[in-house]
């Protein structure tokens, strides 16, 4: 075939391709250029998730009515100098307008302040008319309409309009942060509106604008961050470990004023919360580093989401050190670990397999059949061995063994310190002697000592319970006799009503509650006394980060680890001798319960030999 020059449009539609990903990027690009525009006042309107209107409004400079034709055209910006290592404003590729103008129906009014009336163009599908006349105020209205009209393949990817709407409340707010003097507002039939009124400038305004944006409670769980390296500087919040989240969408770093979702940025976050922060959960933190233009290269990608610093070290550096400073003033130290010697020698549960699994049921078998299970209060134990691996009998077995725990038939309390029974040393977790600080069990078996976190193990079972739920039974649920009303940002609740059938299942019962707010009528009877609030929430959380980018069985187990942490009954609780060796048998039953849903090790193995060694015996 013969080599031709792609059509204007063609182009267009390409360069689209990479800048408009979904209404939501449009939103962020007609921001961007009213914030450049040095507009105190944005407003933006939405319906059916964007996708069939946008509309943001600004009282910026405006376009002359002879540059509007230019302002809609490839390429054309005026915005960057000679040096596109020296950028300054959230602009300067020229590409968006001309891209969603071949995508969608763009309209494009402005009004300078010297001029007496306001020039309307219109660009459907690439094709340009005007400039005409229009009636206006000064600054400028972008509208579009009918978004990838003319690219239905891209249509095909846009998620429910209620979560295109989320996605664009989610990029406002993540640009507002950073220009609190701007008022913003969004409304629309597609939302609840939101208007975040100009805060002043300055660090207080800054803090005031991020309560608006992340709740008031912030404030008073961050640490204020001022710190300077080279000529970088650092300024922003960082939350306090305990105020931490299921997700990472509350972090939010802005390189000289621009939104940027940096791998490095992240990297430096988690590092710098390493030791205070568990592995699964992340800090709420607000950064703003700011720099010389000319040592950090934004035109990494279309998006301009992207950066790449000169000095990567240094940045990551003050990041680190600069948070790690301000936890370490307000009293928050790090955890200290010593006796390292000691721990390595601790075999971590979950490494290996506690025993092949072909192994297994024989195994248990010969355990129950010595072991007098008839005198012990945990017989629906026995009574499901491994079929309870897929079925609705393992859920049961997990449940019975959480409240008929309450009800346990007084054992000899000083068994601990009995002779074990053979069978039981024999058994991979060996026979539980002891529970201390009541959540570790101390077990021997023939040749080690193995300690098993209650608390962790349970979460584990409760876990894998929850997951059989999904195919077989639901789970009971336990009604509340005052339904729990949860107070929500509208777009979590929409994601947690998505989802509600499956969390019914679970034996979690919601309703949306007004626009608002979530109503829990039912809680599963698994997880005993729950903090209804914060399992919620973090469901929420949970949801929002894999609705997007993850297939519905990710999400639903996260969803059932969620669920899982939450389930407090063992934490804390004290267990008879039987108990503690019933749930040491379920565990040997229960595929993958070496470690919890966080990877993290549900019990330790000491070998006898290793002790010895310890104790300089060999
Ligand atoms: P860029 O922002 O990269 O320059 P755009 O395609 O987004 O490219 O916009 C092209 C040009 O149109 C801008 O450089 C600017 O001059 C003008 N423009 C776009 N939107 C506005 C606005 N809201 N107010 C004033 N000028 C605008
Ligand atoms: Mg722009």
């Not at 939350?239 to 990472?248: D, K, L």
């Not at 590092?271 to 992340?282: E, K, P």
């Not at 936890?327 to 000691?342: E, F, K, P, V, Y």
């Not at 390595?344 to 129950?368: D, H, M, T």
Request: charged letters at 25%; glycine letters at 8%; hydrophobic letters at 40%.
């Amino acid at each position: 075939m013969a080599i031709k020059q792609l059509t204007e449009t063609i182009i267009n539609q390409i360069a689209a391709g990479e800048v408009i990903e979904r209404p939501a990027s449009v939103v962020k690009e007609l921001v961007e250029n009213a914030i450049d525009a040095g507009a105190t006042r944005i407003d933006i309107v939405t319906a059916g998730g964007g996708k069939n209107l946008i509309r943001v409004s600004d009282n910026g400079s405006g376009i002359p009515s002879d540059e509007l034709t230019l302002a809609v055209a490839r390429h054309c910006t005026s915005k960057l100098t000679d040096n596109v290592h020296d950028i300054r404003a959230l602009g300067f590729r020229g590409e968006a307008l001309p891209s969603i103008g071949s995508v969608s129906r763009l309209s494009m009014k402005s009004r300078i302040a010297e001029a007496d009336s306001g020039f309307e163009v219109n660009v459907h599908g690439g094709r340009l008319e005007g400039p005409r006349p229009t009636p206006m105020n000064g600054g400028t209205i972008a509208e579009v309409r009918d978004l990838f009209f003319a690219t239905p393949a891209r249509l095909k990817f846009m998620k429910t309009d209620r979560a295109e709407a989320t996605a664009i409340s989610d990029v406002v707010k993540r640009v507002a942060i950073a220009f609190p003097h701007i008022r913003f507002s969004i409304a629309g039939s597609d939302r609840t509106p939101l208007d975040l009124a100009a805060t002043g400038t300055g660090s207080t305004g800054m803090l005031e604008r991020i309560s608006q944006v992340l709740g008031k409670e912030f404030p008073e769980n961050a640490i204020a961050i001022d710190a300077m390296r080279d000529g970088v500087r650092l300024s922003g919040f960082a939350g306090i470990p305990a105020f931490n989240r299921a997700n990472s969408l509350q972090q939010f770093a802005y390189v000289n004023g621009r939104p940027v979702r940096d791998k490095q940025i992240w990297g430096a976050i988690r590092g710098a919360y390493a030791d205070v922060i568990s592995r699964d959960r992340h800090p709420v933190v607000v950064l703003f580093l700011n720099l010389d233009p000319a040592l950090v290269d934004v035109n990494v990608h279309p998006a301009k989401a992207d950066v790449r610093f000169r000095d990567p070290g240094l940045v990551r550096g003050l990041i680190v050190g600069a948070i790690r400073e301000a936890l370490g003033q307000s009293g928050i130290r790090a955890a200290t670990s010593g006796a390292d010697a000691m721990l390595n020698s601790f075999r971590l549960g979950g490494v290996e397999p506690i025993r092949p699994a072909a192994q297994r049921w024989q195994g248990a078998a010969a355990v129950n059949q010595n072991y007098n299970v008839q005198q012990s209060p945990y017989r629906p134990f026995e009574a499901e061995p491994v079929a309870s691996h897929g079925g609705e009998g393992f859920a049961e077995t997990v449940q019975a063994f959480l409240y008929d725990g309450a009800t346990a038939l007084a054992t000899d309390t000083r068994a601990g310190m009995a002779e074990a029974p053979q069978e039981l040393l024999s058994a991979p977790l060996g026979a539980a002697r002891a529970q201390i600080h009541s959540n570790y069990i101390v077990s021997q078996t023939e040749d080690s000592l193995v300690i098993v976190d209650q608390h962790a193990a349970h979460e584990r079972l409760v876990y894998e319970a929850l997951k059989n739920a999904l195919h077989s039974k639901p789970l009971p649920a336990q009604l509340l006799l005052i339904p729990e009303i949860v107070d929500l940002p509208e777009e979590d609740v929409g994601r947690l009503v998505a989802h509600a059938e499956t969390l019914a299942r679970f034996g979690l019962g919601i309703e949306s509650f007004g626009p608002g707010a979530i109503a829990v009528r039912e809680t599963p009877s698994m997880l005993g006394e729950i903090d209804t609030q914060k399992l919620i929430r973090d469901l929420a959380d949970e949801i929002a980060e894999h609705d997007t980018s993850d297939g519905l069985k990710a999400i639903l187990d996260h969803v059932a680890a969620t669920m899982a942490c939450h389930g407090s009954v063992r934490a804390g609780r004290r267990l008879k001798p039987d108990e503690m060796n019933a749930l040491l048998r379920q565990m040997e039953e229960t595929p993958g319960s070496g470690t919890c849903n966080h990877g993290r090790p549900t019990y330790i193995e000491l070998k006898l030999t290793d002790i010895e060694r310890l104790f300089g015996r060999r």
